[in-house]
C-alpha cells in the first residue's frame, strides 16, 4: 500500500522558516514527478510547487525566491523548505506523487495519483 506522510508543520511567526518532509513508503518516486499543494481556508487547493525525476523545478509565483523544493531519492523523501514566511501562507500543506513523471502538467492536481493527510501551517502576523 502506497502512503504518503508529511510533517513539520506548526505555528510560527511572519518571517520565520519551516522545513516540511513528506515520506513515501510501498514503493519508489524516483522516476515519477512529486509535488506540494495547499489549501487555506474557504479555498480551493492550489498548486505550491513541483519536482520532476530530474529535479526540474516549477514554483507559482507567490513562493518564488521563498520556498525551495526538493527531494532524496534515496530516503524516498522530498521537502519543502519555505523562508520569510508570510500570513497568506497559512494553510493546509499536502504532498503528492504521480505514478509517472509529469512532463507538461506538473502545476495540474488531478495527475497526482497519491497524495498524504496534510500538515497544517499556520503564520502569525
Known amino acids: 500500500q502506497v502512503q504518503l506522510e508529511e510533517s513539520g508543520g506548526g505555528l510560527v511567526q511572519a518571517g520565520d522558516s519551516l522545513r516540511l518532509s513528506c515520506a513515501a513508503s510501498g514503493r519508489t518516486f524516483s522516476s515519477s514527478t512529486m509535488g506540494w499543494f495547499r489549501q487555506a481556508p474557504g479555498k480551493e487547493r492550489e498548486f505550491v510547487a513541483t519536482?520532476?525525476?530530474?529535479?526540474?523545478?516549477v514554483y507559482t509565483d507567490s513562493v518564488k525566491g521563498r520556498f525551495t523544493i526538493s527531494r532524496d531519492n534515496a530516503k524516498n523523501t522530498m521537502y519543502l523548505q519555505m523562508n520569510s514566511l508570510k500570513p497568506e501562507d497559512t494553510a493546509v500543506y499536502y504532498c503528492?506523487?504521480?505514478?509517472?513523471?509529469?512532463?507538461?502538467?506538473?502545476?495540474?492536481?488531478?495527475?497526482?495519483?497519491?497524495w498524504g493527510q496534510g500538515t497544517q501551517v499556520t503564520v502569525s502576523s
Open positions: 503528492a506523487a504521480a505514478n509517472r513523471d509529469l512532463i507538461s502538467t506538473p502545476r495540474v492536481a488531478s495527475f497526482y495519483d497519491y
Open positions: 519536482i520532476r525525476w530530474s529535479s526540474l523545478t
